[in-house]
């Protein structure tokens, strides 16, 4: 006994002592999973003139999609079960070797089945930086650690479409992918000398398997219909009816099993606790207006300001860095001050005047107040991304860490795509219906009026948000390492 207790204070100092070096190697492996996103987004239109396949051409980020969520939601449990140094390094290693893959691509077809296996490991960083974080330090703690990984995101948005770039001109596409590699093996060296061997929190290895199949299932029939409605390009609404059909029925399957698992990828029990359903409310929204300002002001800056398309992403910046720099922030004050749902509340209310001022573009806005507008917006919605997290992770036991951290990526994942459907489907109405009505091809202020609206509809989105922040239950964020959350027993949710 006094031997472990002597071994738990070593890997106490161990920690302490390189913080700065763990979080940093943490840092870089969010870093680069989010910049391989935004590099192969810059270098897609020479990978096609390369590897043909016009028509597939979403499928490299379709299937990076959906494995990447799919491996989300399984890297909390399996990082109880293993451990998370253990399930992290794996996952670097598995999107190394993916992204060795990728650029030995020989067409398109190899490609997507490598992306597939680049997101599998892509889902396990995006999630066990962020759990490691709260196994390592207490709540209030927390808060800026999480601010900082957070940012990661915004940092490889705005550095991600110039590497790109010049890459894909100078070295060729395929060295998009390997560069992960060189970047990958310092990150693993990193986490393998500095950090430490984690708790195993769950003892029973007992994986839910049908789970996973009927997620898996809902999840791929879900975004494919999605897919082929934005597409638009003929397939019978049958084929669509039968999708959206099958996903239904793979989540009351899913619903069923997890309510009866005693390991559930997603426990039900979860959904009793109000801070964590308020958390996962605020999350889709989040997740959904991010989308839709990323999307929608390089297309207004485009097509109705007639920017050029490398103007127009650089035209990005200030958002990014507004949602950065407000995601860092928010973090410190968090931990300076204990609290976090003034925070949540304050986020939504900038957002909504950011998303307003959005509203207002037309040709005549320069490009300076278009700047103004991504700044406010920015600000509003990272002031969020280390709320979110934090809220719910201090809302539950050390047991429920690594799938309530899991769940709060995948759910804004998931309100990303669902959210870009729901405006994109919002745009495509207003140009038909003022196009039937006009009889004439969409015009500069018939786009400006759907960019208008896809803006409006994330207003509306803010507005809930807004509302809902005021529901976030402020709970105790204690300076000590403990236990916190309900009663209930894992294996016996109550209904």
């Given amino acids: 006994m006094e031997d472990d207790f002597k071994n738990?204070?070593?890997?106490?100092?161990?920690?302490?002592?390189?913080?700065?070096?763990?979080?940093?190697?943490?840092?870089?492996?969010?870093f680069i999973v989010a910049l391989d996103s935004t590099i192969t987004s810059t270098a897609m239109p020479k990978i096609i003139a390369s590897l043909g396949g016009l028509q597939y051409y979403v499928w490299p980020f379709t299937i990076y999609l959906v494995t990447s969520i799919i491996s989300t939601m399984l890297s909390g449990k399996l990082s109880d079960f293993y451990g998370s140094k253990k399930v992290l390094i794996s996952g670097i290693i598995i999107f190394v070797i993916g992204s060795i893959f990728c650029g030995f691509s020989q067409n398109m077809a190899e490609l997507i089945i490598f992306r597939a296996l680049q997101g599998l490991?892509?889902?396990?960083?995006?999630?066990?930086?962020?759990?490691?974080?709260a196994e390592m330090f207490p709540p209030r703690q927390r808060g800026k650690y999480i601010g900082i990984l957070s940012a990661a995101g915004g940092i490889s948005s705005i550095v991600g479409p110039v590497i790109g770039g010049f890459i894909t001109?100078?070295?060729?596409?395929?060295?998009?992918?390997?560069?992960?590699?060189?970047?990958?093996?310092?990150?693993?060296?990193?986490?393998l000398a500095y950090f430490p061997n984690l708790e195993i929190i769950v003892k029973d290895k007992i994986m839910d398997y049908f789970g996973i199949l009927t997620f898996t299932?809902?999840?791929?029939?879900?975004?494919?219909?999605?897919?082929?409605?934005?597409?638009?390009?003929?397939?019978?609404?049958?084929?669509?009816?039968?999708?959206?059909?099958?996903?239904?029925?793979?989540?009351?399957?899913?619903?069923?099993?997890?309510?009866?698992?005693?390991?559930?990828?997603?426990?039900l029990y979860l959904f009793k606790n109000s801070v964590y359903n308020v958390s996962a409310i605020l999350s889709i929204i989040n997740g959904a207006v991010s989308m839709g300002a990323v999307v929608y002001i390089p297309l207004f800056l485009q097509e109705v300001?007639?920017?050029?398309?490398?103007?127009?992403?650089?035209?990005?910046?200030?958002?990014?860095?507004?949602?950065?720099?407000?995601?860092?922030?928010?973090?410190?004050?968090?931990?300076?001050?204990?609290?976090?749902?003034?925070?949540?509340?304050?986020?939504?209310?900038?957002?909504?005047?950011?998303?307003?001022?959005?509203?207002?573009?037309?040709?005549?806005?320069?490009?300076?107040?278009?700047?103004?507008?991504?700044?406010?917006?920015?600000?509003?919605?990272?002031?969020?991304?280390?709320?979110?997290?934090?809220?719910?992770?201090?809302?539950?036991?050390?047991?429920?860490?690594?799938?309530?951290?899991?769940?709060?990526?995948?759910?804004?994942?998931?309100?990303?795509?669902?959210g870009?459907?729901?405006?994109?489907?919002?745009?495509?109405?207003?140009?038909?219906?003022?196009?039937?009505?006009?009889?004439?091809?969409?015009?500069?202020?018939?786009?400006?009026?759907?960019?208008?609206?896809?803006?409006?509809?994330?207003?509306?989105?803010?507005?809930?948000?807004?509302?809902?922040?005021?529901?976030?239950?402020?709970?105790?964020?204690?300076?000590?390492?403990?236990?916190?959350?309900?009663e209930e027993s894992p294996g016996e949710p109550d209904f």
């Fill in 121 to 133: 490991g892509a889902g396990i960083i995006f999630v066990l930086p962020l759990k490691i974080v």
């Fill in 217 to 267: 299932g809902g999840l791929t029939s879900f975004l494919l219909a999605l897919e082929l409605i934005q597409q638009n390009n003929g397939i019978s609404t049958l084929w669509i009816v039968l999708l959206f059909s099958t996903a239904a029925i793979m989540l009351i399957l899913f619903i069923y099993t997890e309510k009866n698992a005693k390991e559930a990828v997603l426990p």
């Fill in 8 to 30: 738990l204070h070593k890997e106490e100092d161990k920690v302490i002592e390189h913080i700065p070096v763990i979080i940093a190697g943490l840092l870089i492996s969010l």
């Fill in 305 to 418: 300001q007639g920017m050029t398309a490398s103007a127009s992403g650089a035209s990005l910046i200030p958002l990014l860095l507004g949602m950065v720099i407000a995601s860092m922030i928010t973090g410190q004050l968090i931990t300076k001050t204990g609290t976090y749902k003034i925070y949540g509340i304050i986020s939504f209310g900038i957002s909504i005047i950011g998303m307003i001022l959005l509203t207002t573009m037309n040709i005549n806005t320069d490009l300076m107040e278009v700047g103004i507008y991504a700044v406010v917006s920015g600000i509003g919605m990272g002031m969020a991304l280390p709320i979110i997290t934090l809220a719910a992770q201090n809302s539950v036991s050390k047991r429920d860490l690594g799938v309530v951290t899991a769940s709060s990526q995948y759910i804004r994942l998931l309100g990303s795509v669902v």
């Fill in 169 to 191: 001109d100078f070295l060729g596409w395929q060295w998009i992918f390997f560069l992960n590699v060189p970047i990958g093996i310092i990150t693993i060296a990193i986490l």
């Fill in 420 to 486: 870009l459907a729901i405006i994109g489907a919002i745009v495509n109405a207003t140009l038909n219906i003022n196009l039937q009505n006009s009889h004439i091809n969409v015009s500069t202020t018939l786009l400006t009026t759907a960019i208008h609206d896809a803006f409006l509809i994330c207003v509306i989105m803010n507005i809930i948000g807004f509302i809902i922040s005021f529901f976030l239950k402020d709970l105790h964020l204690s300076n000590e390492m403990e236990e916190i959350g309900y």
